[in-house]
Nanobody, 122 residues
Framework: VQLVESGGGLVQAGGSLRLSCVAS????????MGWYRQAPGNQRELVAG????????NYLDSVKGRFTISRDNAKNTMYLQMDSLKAEDTAVYYC????????????????WGQGTQVTVSS
C-alpha cells in the first residue's frame, strides 16, 4: 500500500485547508484510515480516524468541531477538512492505513505517507 498526501501549506490563523491522501497498490486490503501529525519536539499523535465505510469517525479532543475526516472509497482517497486553524495545529500531517477496534478506536498499521507540512501563522 502506498499513500500520498497533498494539500498542506501556509495559512493564517482562522483559515482553512483541505488535506488529501490517495492510496494505491493493494487498496483492497485497506480497512480504516487515519490522519496523524507531528510537531517539532513532539510525538506523533492521532488527529482523526475513519472506519472502512466512513460511518465511524473519531477525533483528537483539540480538533473536535474544527476538523472533519472523510473518505471516497471509489477514488481510494481520504480527506481532512481543517477549519478555524490555530497556530498549535502547525505540524507535519501524515496519512495512515490501519484498523478500528470494536470499541471504535483507531489503531495504525505500518503504512504511512511521506507527510505534508501545515503551517498556521498567528
Amino acid at each position: 500500500v502506498q499513500l500520498v498526501e497533498s494539500g498542506g501549506g501556509l495559512v493564517q490563523a482562522g483559515g482553512s485547508l483541505r488535506l488529501s491522501c490517495v492510496a494505491s497498490g493493494s487498496t483492497a486490503s485497506i480497512n480504516a484510515m487515519g490522519w496523524y501529525r507531528q510537531a517539532p519536539g513532539n510525538q506523533r499523535e492521532l488527529v482523526a480516524g475513519i472506519s472502512s465505510g466512513g460511518d465511524v469517525t473519531n477525533y483528537l479532543d483539540s480538533v473536535k468541531g474544527r476538523f472533519t475526516i472523510s473518505r471516497d472509497n471509489a477514488k481510494n482517497t481520504m480527506y481532512l477538512q481543517m477549519d478555524s486553524l490555530k497556530a498549535e495545529d502547525t505540524a507535519v500531517y501524515y496519512c495512515n492505513a490501519g484498523g478500528m477496534t470494536s470499541g471504535r478506536n483507531y489503531y495504525s498499521y505500518n503504512y504511512w505517507g511521506q507527510g505534508t507540512q501545515v503551517t498556521v501563522s498567528s
